[in-house]
Structure formats: structure tokens, C-alpha cells
């Protein structure tokens, strides 16, 4: 009984931390699916050739009006609305997010995404399953007998993730990016003059949050990377794929819905490429394995030239995240990378 009241207690002071986030609930995201830049890149895939319809036959009609009539007012033809460019890019990484949780839980800002959006339910990570290593292949490109990471704590003795990373190749090209983070291990993966700021306010969603809003509200940066560590604590907490996880999960969600907002509210959402994903999975109060339930994971994709209600046919690995990045800013992806830009997300037509 003292163990049960235990347990309880544990669930309770985590589920009331959680709901000192915001109770803002997005329950629908309006996003327009428009063309991508053209990529600096060469795409390692064939695209299928692009299919032409048959023109119609015109009909002509000869009837003439007679003397007396007043030919009717012609409309005024509207101008096609000229595609949205792609500017900025925003990386949202759920820790510890599994796909198979978001048919469970109540999210529907994540619902809104997936449905103006591309989605995979079976992306994988790299092993081992843990943090580090697999946030470290998600921006560096790279599997972690290339970049080097092979532990999950911060160890400032141990070192830098072996370059080039998604943000080196980006500040190379003149572009901005910030990190905004929940765990300071992930530190290990900024390189020296890689990133134009990395901020940990603290280990919860909604710290992380806050400060994210207050750089896209101040100065968005070119690519803004948000890690958010309140799923993966649940899950070690009260386990993976229970009430607690599924509660922190809306919690979440509605974080998320946030950011959203706001990338709306200041007019950049329609030129944002916004990718969601996680670093790994868990069973019971861990992870780690080979295991299908640690190592698979969601992977979103929203934003220009990337068409509504896609669900992603080709395979995704983890690493694959920072390449498709590079492509869709048109950047060239570093020929030491295992990843490869998920091309299937762009419209087919237009590439």
C-alpha cells in the first residue's frame, strides 16, 4: 500500500509541474503547402518522371448576339498568388517521443501538423537509443562512429561532436542559427562558431518554450532548434506509454501550439520548413535498445512545397534530418554524411 501511495505522490508532484504550462490549445494550424527553392544539392534519388495531363477539346460556340443585346461584363482575371519562399527553418525535437503515442494521446496541434503535412510513423534512430548520441546524428548528419559521440552525460573533458554539423554548414553559408535546449548535454554538439547562440533556461518544456518565443518574437534566426525534455522525464518517471507520459505528451502538444502561434503572429510561418521529430523511444522507465518501441520515432515535415495529408513512403533514419535540411535551404550536404534528404516530402512537380 506505502509503495503504491508512493508511486502516486511521484505521479502527482510530475503531473502538477506539467501543468504549469501554458493551457493554450491550438486545435487547428492553417498551412499553406507552396513550392520549395530550388536546392544547391544533387538529390541521391530518381524522381519519377512528371506526368502531363491531355489537353481538352476547346469547344467554340457561333451564336452571335442579336442587335439589342448587352453583352455581358467579362470577370477580371486574378493573378495567381506567387509561391511562398522558404526562409527559415524551425527543428522541434520531442525527447523521447513515441509515434505510436501520438494515436493515443490528445494532440491536436500535432493532429493540425500531420494533416497539412508529411508524415512517417517509422523513422529510426541510430543506436545506441539515448539522447546525445541520437540528437548528435540529427544535426551532425552523421552515424556515431563518424561524429564521435558515444556517450549520454555531459562530460565537458570528452569533447566536441566530429564535424561538419548542420549548423557549421549553415554559418558557412551566412545563415543564423540558436539552439534553445532542456538538457545541457546537448552541448556537446555545438562546435566553435557553429551556432550564433545556445540557450538552456532550464529542464522543462515550458522553459524551453519561453525562451523560444521570445527569440521568434525578438529576432528569428534562419534555423531554430528546440528541444524539449518533459516527454522522455515523464516516460522515466511514470513509464513509457502511460497515463503520465500520455499527459505530459498534451502538454506538449499544446506547447508546441505556441510556437506555432507565434511564427504565425509574426508573419513567418508560411516561409518556415518546420520539421518534428524525437530522438528515440522507451519501454517501461527506459531506453536504449535495438528494440522497436526505442527505436522508432515520428518524423513531421511542414511548410513550402510540401504537400498536405503525405504519409512518407521512403525509409528515415535519423541523420537524415540535417541533410533534408541542407537541400530544402538549397545548401550542399557534406559528402562525409550517411544522411539523405527525404525528397519524397516536395512536391514532385516542382523539383
Given at each position: 500500500?506505502?509503495?503504491?501511495?508512493?508511486?502516486?505522490?511521484?505521479?502527482?508532484?510530475?503531473?502538477?509541474?506539467?501543468?504549469?504550462?501554458?493551457?493554450?490549445?491550438?486545435?487547428?494550424?492553417?498551412?499553406?503547402?507552396?513550392?520549395?527553392?530550388?536546392?544547391?544539392?544533387?538529390?541521391?534519388?530518381?524522381?519519377?518522371?512528371?506526368?502531363?495531363?491531355?489537353?481538352?477539346?476547346?469547344?467554340?460556340?457561333?451564336?452571335?448576339?442579336?442587335?439589342?443585346?448587352?453583352?455581358?461584363?467579362?470577370?477580371?482575371?486574378?493573378?495567381?498568388?506567387?509561391?511562398?519562399?522558404?526562409?527559415?527553418?524551425?527543428?522541434?525535437?520531442?525527447?523521447?517521443?513515441?509515434?505510436?503515442?501520438?494515436?493515443?494521446?490528445?494532440?491536436?496541434?500535432?493532429?493540425?501538423?500531420?494533416?497539412?503535412?508529411?508524415?512517417?510513423?517509422?523513422?529510426?534512430?541510430?543506436?545506441?537509443?539515448?539522447?546525445?548520441?541520437?540528437h548528435a546524428s540529427m544535426l551532425g548528419g552523421m552515424g556515431p562512429d563518424k561524429h564521435g559521440i558515444t556517450w549520454n552525460v555531459l562530460d565537458p573533458e570528452a569533447g566536441k561532436i566530429k564535424g561538419p554539423t548542420l549548423f557549421s554548414v549553415a554559418h558557412e553559408a551566412g545563415l543564423s542559427a540558436v539552439m534553445v535546449v532542456g538538457k545541457p548535454k546537448l552541448e556537446h554538439i555545438v562546435l566553435p562558431d557553429s551556432v550564433d547562440a545556445f540557450y538552456q533556461p532550464g529542464y522543462t518544456d515550458r522553459q524551453v518554450v519561453n525562451q523560444a518565443l521570445e527569440i521568434i518574437d525578438t529576432?528569428?534566426?534562419?534555423?531554430?532548434?528546440?528541444?524539449?525534455?518533459?516527454?522522455?522525464?515523464?516516460?522515466?518517471?511514470?513509464?513509457?506509454?502511460?497515463?503520465?507520459?500520455?499527459?505530459?505528451?498534451?502538454?506538449?502538444?499544446?506547447?508546441?501550439?505556441?510556437?506555432?502561434?507565434?511564427?504565425?503572429?509574426?508573419?513567418?510561418?508560411?516561409?518556415?520548413?518546420?520539421?518534428?521529430?524525437?530522438?528515440?523511444?522507451?519501454?517501461?522507465?527506459?531506453?536504449?535498445?535495438?528494440?522497436?518501441?526505442?527505436?522508432?520515432?515520428?518524423?513531421?515535415?511542414?511548410?513550402?512545397?510540401?504537400?498536405?495529408?503525405?504519409?512518407?513512403?521512403?525509409?528515415?533514419?535519423?541523420?537524415?534530418?540535417?541533410?533534408?535540411?541542407?537541400?530544402?535551404?538549397?545548401?550542399?550536404?557534406?559528402?562525409?554524411?550517411?544522411?539523405?534528404?527525404?525528397?519524397?516530402?516536395?512536391?514532385?512537380?516542382?523539383?
Amino acid at each position: 500500500m506505502s509503495r503504491n501511495l508512493n508511486y502516486l505522490c511521484i505521479l502527482s508532484i510530475f503531473v502538477l509541474t506539467l501543468v504549469g504550462c501554458t493551457s493554450t490549445s491550438v486545435s487547428a494550424v492553417q498551412l499553406t503547402s507552396t513550392d520549395p527553392p530550388a536546392p544547391a544539392s544533387t538529390p541521391t534519388e530518381t524522381r519519377p518522371p512528371t506526368v502531363t495531363a491531355s489537353p481538352t477539346t476547346t469547344l467554340t460556340s457561333t451564336a452571335t448576339l442579336p442587335p439589342s443585346a448587352t453583352p455581358m461584363p467579362q470577370p477580371t482575371p486574378t493573378a495567381t498568388p506567387e509561391p511562398a519562399e522558404l526562409k527559415y527553418v524551425v527543428l522541434i525535437s520531442i525527447d523521447g517521443l513515441r509515434p505510436d503515442a501520438l494515436e493515443i494521446a490528445d494532440t491536436p496541434t500535432l493532429d493540425a501538423l500531420r494533416a497539412a503535412g508529411a508524415y512517417s510513423a517509422k523513422a529510426k534512430s541510430v543506436l545506441p537509443s539515448v539522447t546525445l548520441v541520437n540528437h548528435a546524428s540529427m544535426l551532425g548528419g552523421m552515424g556515431p562512429d563518424k561524429h564521435g559521440i558515444t556517450w549520454n552525460v555531459l562530460d565537458p573533458e570528452a569533447g566536441k561532436i566530429k564535424g561538419p554539423t548542420l549548423f557549421s554548414v549553415a554559418h558557412e553559408a551566412g545563415l543564423s542559427a540558436v539552439m534553445v535546449v532542456g538538457k545541457p548535454k546537448l552541448e556537446h554538439i555545438v562546435l566553435p562558431d557553429s551556432v550564433d547562440a545556445f540557450y538552456q533556461p532550464g529542464y522543462t518544456d515550458r522553459q524551453v518554450v519561453n525562451q523560444a518565443l521570445e527569440i521568434i518574437d525578438t529576432d528569428q534566426p534562419d534555423i531554430l532548434f528546440i528541444h524539449l525534455p518533459d516527454v522522455d522525464t515523464a516516460g522515466h518517471l511514470t513509464g513509457w506509454m502511460g497515463l503520465g507520459q500520455l499527459l505530459a505528451i498534451n502538454l506538449t502538444d499544446r506547447l508546441i501550439g505556441n510556437i506555432v502561434s507565434a511564427l504565425k503572429d509574426e508573419d513567418v510561418l508560411k516561409n518556415t520548413l518546420l520539421i518534428i521529430t524525437a530522438d528515440h523511444g522507451g519501454s517501461g522507465l527506459a531506453h536504449g535498445t535495438d528494440s522497436p518501441e526505442d527505436s522508432t520515432i515520428p518524423w513531421l515535415a511542414v511548410g513550402p512545397g510540401i504537400p498536405a495529408g503525405v504519409t512518407i513512403k521512403q525509409d528515415i533514419i535519423i541523420y537524415d534530418t540535417a541533410a533534408t535540411i541542407l537541400y530544402a535551404l538549397g545548401l550542399p550536404i557534406p559528402e562525409s554524411w550517411d544522411g539523405r534528404p527525404v525528397t519524397e516530402i516536395f512536391d514532385q512537380d516542382e523539383k
